[in-house]
């Protein structure tokens, strides 16, 4: 089964206008964190927002948001005011709870990616 | 602050030759990740250290694959003999886990700028 899920391969939206990009995730773990990255057609992965389980609020970063519903395991990406610049991959990534002492769970598994473009 | 470091940017050789990819980690990360990132299969977790060993190499593709961390400054992923199949983005990745617990897990991976090879 896919620990990360992002059905909408492509997206379309016009400048200015808000979008939500969809991330579910699968996990038994009652700890674990969200990151959501960006790729743009330089390459570059950059990340942009995280969000951990136990977080009592939806995290938000400048432009960016995470609508986070933890009962229905979705933590979408809301960019609000979309720029032309915000055209590029996104990636939603899941790290799962640290259950060895020392290290064994730092990896992150990433879903398949969204792209996104932004029409003038 | 210097981010992670990767060389060369472009690599293109004929199959069968040896390839070797390098990786300078953020300063002070311990964790160091190697992905390859394909159309067909998206991201995939290679190989990660923690602490300059080895912990999951289980996402190396075969014994053609080989990565070492001989330090904490530098790590090397190298395929020989290379083949076509080969050819994707290959990235790196560091973080770090030292730590408390839950700090780790809200810490993100900050990525190399790939290096793009092509297997001819």
């Known amino acids: 089964a896919q620990k990360i899920t992002q059905t909408q391969p492509g997206m379309f939206v016009q400048e200015k206008e808000a979008v939500t990009l969809d991330c579910t995730y699968d996990?038994?773990?009652?700890?674990?964190?969200l990151f959501w990255y960006k790729q743009p057609s330089s390459g570059e992965m950059i990340f942009l927002i995280y969000q951990g389980s136990y977080d009592q609020q939806n995290a938000t970063e400048g432009r960016y948001s995470l609508n986070f519903q933890k009962a229905r395991k979705s933590a979408n990406l809301v960019i609000s005011a979309s720029q032309l610049g915000d055209s590029a991959m996104y990636f939603c990534a899941m790290r799962e709870g640290l259950r060895r002492a020392n290290f064994g769970n730092e990896k992150l598994t990433f879903g398949t990616g969204t792209r996104l473009t932004i029409i003038p | 602050d210097a981010g992670v470091i990767q060389s060369p940017r472009h690599e293109v050789t004929e199959m069968g030759q040896e390839v070797t990819l390098r990786c300078k980690p953020i300063s002070g990360h311990n964790s160091l990740f190697w992905y390859r990132q394909t159309m067909m299969r998206g991201l995939e977790l290679l190989i990660y250290?923690?602490?300059?060993?080895?912990?999951?190499d289980s996402g190396m593709p075969e014994d053609r694959f080989s990565a070492k961390m001989p330090n904490a400054s530098f790590s090397t992923l190298k395929i020989q003999p290379s083949e076509p199949r080969d050819s994707a983005v290959y990235f790196c990745?560091?973080?770090?886990?030292?730590?408390?617990?839950?700090?780790?897990?809200?810490?993100?991976?900050?990525f190399g700028d790939g290096t793009r090879l092509s297997i001819l």
């Open positions: 996990t038994s773990d009652p700890s674990y964190g």
């Open positions: 250290f923690n602490n300059n060993v080895p912990i999951d």
């Open positions: 990745a560091s973080s770090s886990s030292l730590l408390p617990r839950q700090e780790i897990l809200r810490q993100p991976q900050h």
